[in-house]
């Protein structure tokens, strides 16, 4: 199983991060505890944001829950996440995994910069 992550690398502060991260070799519709986003802030220890579970239901950290929304295109094996009214503290290299399998993707990095 293969993950990779897609998006800007460069959002402006106030706006919405937007990023893809595509499923090769396995279904978004299988893997027992869905597919999460997490990141990692420079210097800092990684943050779960959340998943998507095979039912379709989500699930997000509560610190980032009004914020975040995270989707799925099944005819793609994609699945999406999106934070709104980011801000400089949200620059991370965010990276999409299947948890219970440790499959992660390679990570990409997203700064939030004017």
């Known amino acids: 199983v293969q993950l990779r992550e897609s998006g800007p690398g460069l959002v402006k502060p106030s706006q919405t991060l937007s990023l893809t991260c595509t499923v090769s070799?396995?279904?978004?519709?299988?893997?027992?505890?869905?597919w999460s986003w997490i990141r990692q802030p420079p210097g800092k220890g990684l943050e779960w944001i959340g998943n998507?579970?095979?039912?379709?239901?989500?699930n997000y950290s509560p610190s980032l829950k009004s914020r975040s929304s995270i989707s799925r295109d099944t005819s793609n094996n994609q699945f999406s996440l999106q934070l709104s009214s980011v801000t400089p503290e949200d620059t991370a290299v965010y990276y999409c995994?299947?948890?219970?399998?440790?499959?992660w993707g390679q990570g990409t990095q997203v700064t939030v910069s004017s």
């Open positions: 998507i579970a095979p039912s379709g239901s989500t």
């Open positions: 995994a299947s948890l219970s399998s440790g499959y």
């Open positions: 070799g396995g279904s978004i519709t299988t893997s027992y505890y869905g």
